[in-house]
């Protein structure tokens, strides 16, 4: 990955404000919403994840293109899910935000692991 092409410093950014979307998610939780425990665990892993797979793409690490594509599918799923799922337009809102930060990185990820593929 060379970090002066646009979309190789486009990947980590975008992942590093998935990171943010799923901390601000946590938000939600500390107002007293009725949310499983369970997701705001998915929520930090997801978070973290994201941070961990932003440091290794940002250093060229190839392990990070597996985990960036990995972790954009789950928050994709997730941000349909809660989509559909909630019943305020807040959640709706926050679902949708979800699906497109997971989209973006899927965007920008999918063509630099297509090209070791094919290299």
């Known amino acids: 990955m060379s ?3 646009p979309t190789a410093a486009a990947a ?3 992942l590093v404000l998935s990171a943010i979307v799923d901390f601000v998610n946590l938000g939600g939780y500390l107002t007293g919403a009725p949310i499983p425990a369970g997701i705001a665990g998915i ?3 997801l978070g ?3 941070l961990v797979a932003a440091g290794g793409l940002w250093g060229r690490q190839r392990w990070a293109v597996p985990l960036a ?3 954009a599918v ?3 799923l997730l941000g349909i899910t809660g989509f559909l799922a909630s019943g305020s337009m807040t959640g709706k809102v926050v679902g949708a935000v979800g699906v497109l930060v997971g989209l973006a990185v899927l965007a920008l990820v999918v063509p630099r692991a297509t090209r070791r593929v094919v290299v």
């Open 12 to 14: 980590p950014v975008a």
């Open 48 to 50: 973290v994840g994201a």
């Open 69 to 71: 594509l990995a972790l």
């Open 3 to 5: 970090t002066s092409s």
């Open 74 to 76: 789950i928050t994709v």
């Open 43 to 45: 929520d930090i892993a």
